[in-house]
């Protein structure tokens, strides 16, 4: 008898998925044709409800592309990515410093690669606007009036709770609430600069804790690009504006990624990617 041909085994991050998002159900089948994984995915139409919605999506490496994106799947990025400590920039060379230059570019951010958001469209029903504010809740965080998606209101008020708690005794968690001006999340909008792609406020899972006073530090790399066009990625981290450590980690621990790791840095943001966090 002819031994039975064995499958490649599935891939690891899927099981990183599941972590992730429990109530969400990943079904992986291998296609020897495509040779990659068919991902059957089912997720409640609204939390705590029983009736569900059902996606199919290819591996496609990590990317969790529809059939019909296949084709172009090296225009997009994997989920699941390196997320660490930003280098300080003191450290970096010339190459690296032309790279971030090349990398910010208004023509690298219109042509480079991007996140593919199609899970992201099915998880959160952000397909259109219309959609989504179905699913985008009225709330507060830090006492500042706020909009968030559904899915993310648990683990955003378990944040609060936590940095609520230490700034009882932590005089630095305190003058930083005191200090809170705004907490910006739902905003159905696109990224400035990339010729049409979503931000992950439209999906109301970031969220920008911007201060009353910046006391003269930068907060946002385009904004500091507007001052220093050639230089601004050399900005050295004690003069940018950062929420204490203590809240960055809390953050991370409930499953948002903070965007003053990023290259380009954005240090009032905070994006809800456990799959991220869990994939380090």
Known sequence: MAEEKK??????????????????????FYNEEK????????????????EKKQTELWWADGRLLPEDEL???????KLIYQYSKLKDPQEMNAEEIEE?????????????????????????AAKSKVIIEDHIAY?????????????????????????????????????FIKNLKSADAYNWR???????RKSFHSYGIAVDLIPKRLYGKAIFWSWTRDKNPKNWM????EKRWMPP???????????????????????????????????R
């Not at 040779?35 to 029983?50: G, Q, R, Y």
């Not at 230059?101 to 991007?114: A, I, L, Y």
């Not at 593919?116 to 959160?124: E, I, R, S, V």
């Open 7 to 28: 499958l490649p085994d599935e891939p690891v991050q899927l099981e990183i998925f599941r972590k992730s998002y429990p109530d969400v159900s990943f079904e992986s």
């Open 35 to 50: 040779n990659d994984w068919l991902v059957k995915i089912s997720a409640p139409i609204f939390p705590d409800k029983e």
């Open 71 to 77: 084709e172009n799947k090296n225009e997009y990025w």
């Open 100 to 124: 971030v230059r090349n990398f910010s570019s208004s023509k690298s951010r219109q042509t480079s690669q991007g996140t593919p958001m199609f899970f992201f469209d099915f998880l959160y």
């Open 139 to 175: 709330s507060t965080f830090l006492g500042k009036p706020t909009k968030i998606h559904e899915r993310i209101k648990t683990p955003l008020l378990n944040v609060e709770k936590r940095i609520l708690k230490l700034a009882n005794d932590d005089l630095e968690i305190d003058e």
């Open 190 to 196: 696109v990224i400035e600069g990339t010729g049409g």
């Open 234 to 237: 050399l900005t050295p981290l």
């Open 245 to 279: 450590q203590k809240v960055i980690d809390i953050f991370e621990d409930e499953g948002f990624i903070w965007g003053g790791n990023w290259i380009i840095f954005d240090n009032m943001h905070f994006e809800y990617h456990p799959e991220i966090l869990k994939g």
